[in-house]
């Protein structure tokens, strides 16, 4: 007589093809490998950041945190409000932790998207920027207490940038597609800044300042409207309002220029400048080669 055989309840038969299919699946695909920041990589950041900001005559406090969004290194530059520390740790644990820019939850907030706030461990400011290894978000860096919000923007940028450029082997390659650019001139502001270059998407609806970049030469595009620049001659009412960089009512016995669309104009470090009229919106790439 032969007997049935015993009956396995199903928990055991699917834990037993789990186990099967575990054996049978090669050792790669059970363990994702991924790279990690290290410590020198979250120096090199804080370094870069910190660079920029005393170039900048900006105080600040400079975080970095690892992928997951434990804190890795810290420096509070003199001057700096203290809070500024927990600030710009929450910067960069939003970054890490959701994998953007806090520019960008900034910008949705605004739009109206308030209940966003209500997320735990989230710091919706500018100032936190992710830092990329071939395209794998590897940590962040957040900047806090420079001398505005776009300046703490400013300073993450140019710190994940340079832990980008090392740990990849060269400088990275950055695409910005036309959606952030064209809303970037909607609003005018920097693009892309990093150690070598800044990129502006610059917008002028009304004549503005005359200015002098002691240290920036200005290598401006301009993309739609027109204006009237005048270039050289002496600034009225100078007034240093950062190092070097000097601000003025007016230039007088300068060179004027009408420039339109596809213009390109080269001003020189230390060579005073004034967009006397524009024809709104006149917008344009200014483009800072250090």
Do not use: C
Request: avoid cysteine; hydrophobic fraction near 45%; proline fraction near 6%.
């Amino acid at each position: 007589m032969t007997l049935p055989a015993p009956r396995v309840p199903h928990r055991f038969r699917a834990a037993a093809l789990v186990a099967a299919l575990a054996t049978a699946l090669p050792a790669t695909a059970q363990i994702a490998s991924r790279k990690d920041l290290t410590l020198d990589g979250a120096r090199i950041a804080i370094a870069a950041a910190g660079a920029e900001a005393r170039k900048a005559g900006a105080g600040g406090v400079i975080a970095v945190v690892d992928a997951g969004g434990n804190l890795m290194a810290l420096e509070r530059l003199d001057g700096t409000f203290p809070a500024g520390a927990r600030v710009s740790t929450g910067k960069a644990r939003t970054a890490a932790l959701f994998k953007r820019p806090t520019r960008f939850f900034e910008d949705v907030i605004k739009g109206g998207r308030t209940p966003m706030v209500a997320l735990d461990d989230f710091t919706p400011l500018m100032g936190g920027q992710p830092i990329l290894v071939d395209g794998e978000v590897v940590g962040a860096i957040g900047v806090s207490g420079a001398q505005s919000a776009a300046q703490d923007d400013e300073l993450a940028v140019a710190g994940a940038n340079a832990v980008s450029a090392v740990l990849s082997g060269g400088s990275p390659v950055t695409y910005l597609d036309a959606t952030r650019v064209n809303a970037s001139f909607a609003k005018g502001e920097p693009l892309l800044e990093n150690g070598s270059f800044k990129v502006h998407a610059s917008r002028r609806e009304s004549a503005g300042q005359a200015e002098v970049h002691l240290h920036e030469t200005d290598v401006i595009y301009v993309r739609e409207g027109t204006a009237t620049l005048v270039t050289g001659g002496t600034v009225t009412e100078p007034k240093t309002i950062a190092p070097g960089e000097i601000r003025g009512a007016a230039i007088a016995n300068g060179e004027a220029r009408t420039l339109a669309p596809g213009d390109v104009v080269v001003v020189p470090a230390g060579t005073p400048h004034w967009f006397r009229t524009v024809r709104a919106p006149f917008t344009y790439f200014v483009v800072k080669p250090h």
